[in-house]
C-alpha cells in the first residue's frame, strides 16, 4: 500500500503541471510517473495505476488533458509537462531514477516524452502507437494543430486525411471490412490513415529502459504493429538500453488496471468498443494481471545510471 504520507497535489499554477504525488514506501530513490489515456479524467487516471502504488512505489499520476483547469480536447498538449514533472521529483523529492507509464493515447505521450528528456530512465509503453497524428475535438474535427507541442513549438504531426470526407465516410469503410466492424472504427482509421516519417516517434533518441507490451489485433489501434516497428527501428539503431516486448495473443486494448472504478466514456468505451473483452473475458483478464507481474519485475530489475 502507499505510505504513511499525504498525498500531495500538484498545479500548473505552482508546479507548472497537474497531477497527484503519492509517495510510496520502497525502491524510495525510484518514482513512476502515470498517465492516463484518451478521454481519461482524474478519477480513470489515478484508477489505471493502481497496481503500482498498492505495490508502495513512489507514484506521480500526471494529468496531461481532460483533467480540470486542462484542455478538453486532444491538442496542443504540452511535452513540457512531464519535463517539469521530471525536474520536481528530482529537486524537491529527491528522486534519482524516473520511470513514466501509460496505456494508449498516454503511451503515445510517454514515448515522445523519453524521446525528449533524457533524465527518463525506465518507459512502460502499455498498447502503443509510434507516430504523433492531428489533433482533435472529441466528435472527431479536425484541429490542424499536432496533439502535441514541445516548448511552444507543435511536434510534427501526421494529418487526418481519411476523415476530409467526413466521419460518416470512416464509419461506413468500416462497416464494409469484416475485419473491422463499427465498434472497430478506430482501429480501421489507423490503419488507413497514411502516416510521415516526419511525424514518427523517434524512439532511438530515449535514454531508458523500455518495456513495450501490447494486444495482438487491437481494437482500438495497431499496437500490435508498432510495438515490432519499434523494436526493429532500436536493432537498426544498436540502442544501448534494455528493450523487451510482450504482445498477448488474446487481449483487449484495456491492458490496464483500475476498470472495476470506470465511469463515463471510458466505460462505455470498456463495454461498447472492444470486441475482444466479450470474446475473450478470461484471457483479457489474465492479460492483464500478467501485464502487471511484468511491469512491477521491470521496474525492480531497472538499475539507475548510478548503478544502484
Not at 519535463?83 to 528522486?95: F, H, N, P, S, T
Not at 527518463?120 to 496533439?147: A, Q, W
Amino acid at each position: 500500500m502507499t505510505g504513511i504520507c499525504e498525498i500531495e497535489r500538484c498545479t500548473l499554477e505552482k508546479n507548472g503541471f497537474v497531477g497527484l504525488y503519492f509517495p510510496g514506501t520502497k525502491s524510495l530513490e525510484k518514482a513512476i510517473i502515470a498517465a492516463g489515456g484518451a478521454s481519461c479524467n482524474e478519477k480513470t487516471s489515478v484508477s489505471m495505476c493502481r497496481f503500482l502504488r498498492n505495490a508502495g512505489y513512489n507514484v506521480l499520476v500526471l494529468g496531461f488533458y481532460m483533467w480540470k483547469g486542462l484542455s478538453k480536447n486532444l491538442v496542443s498538449v504540452p511535452v513540457d509537462y512531464v519535463e517539469k514533472a521530471v525536474r520536481w521529483l528530482k529537486d524537491e523529492k529527491g528522486i534519482k531514477g524516473i520511470a513514466m507509464t501509460s496505456a494508449s493515447t498516454g503511451a503515445g505521450y510517454t514515448l515522445l516524452a523519453a524521446s525528449l528528456i533524457p533524465e527518463m530512465n525506465c518507459v512502460i509503453p502499455i498498447v502503443p502507437f509510434d507516430y504523433v497524428m492531428e489533433g482533435t475535438t472529441n466528435n472527431f474535427k479536425r484541429l490542424g494543430k499536432s496533439v502535441y507541442t514541445w516548448h511552444g513549438e507543435d511536434i510534427p504531426y501526421s494529418p487526418w486525411s481519411l476523415i476530409e470526407e467526413g466521419l460518416p465516410h470512416v464509419f461506413m469503410g468500416a462497416m464494409k471490412d469484416k475485419r473491422y466492424g463499427l465498434k472497430r472504427f478506430m482501429r480501421y482509421g489507423y490503419d488507413h490513415n497514411p502516416v510521415t516519417e516526419e511525424s514518427r516517434i523517434k524512439v532511438e533518441n530515449m535514454h531508458a529502459d523500455v518495456l513495450f507490451l501490447a494486444a495482438k489485433d487491437d481494437d482500438a489501434w495497431p499496437s500490435d504493429l508498432a510495438v515490432p516497428r519499434m523494436i526493429k527501428i532500436l536493432e537498426e539503431n544498436h540502442y544501448p538500453y534494455r528493450y523487451e516486448a510482450h504482445i498477448y495473443d488474446k487481449a483487449s486494448h484495456a491492458l490496464t488496471d483500475g476498470l472495476d472504478e470506470m465511469t463515463g466514456y471510458a466505460k462505455w468505451a470498456l463495454n461498447h468498443m472492444l470486441p475482444a473483452e466479450k470474446k475473450y473475458p478470461e484471457e483479457c483478464e489474465e492479460a492483464r494481471q500478467d501485464s502487471f507481474k511484468r511491469i512491477i519485475d521491470f521496474i525492480e530489475t531497472w538499475k539507475l545510471m548510478n548503478g544502484e
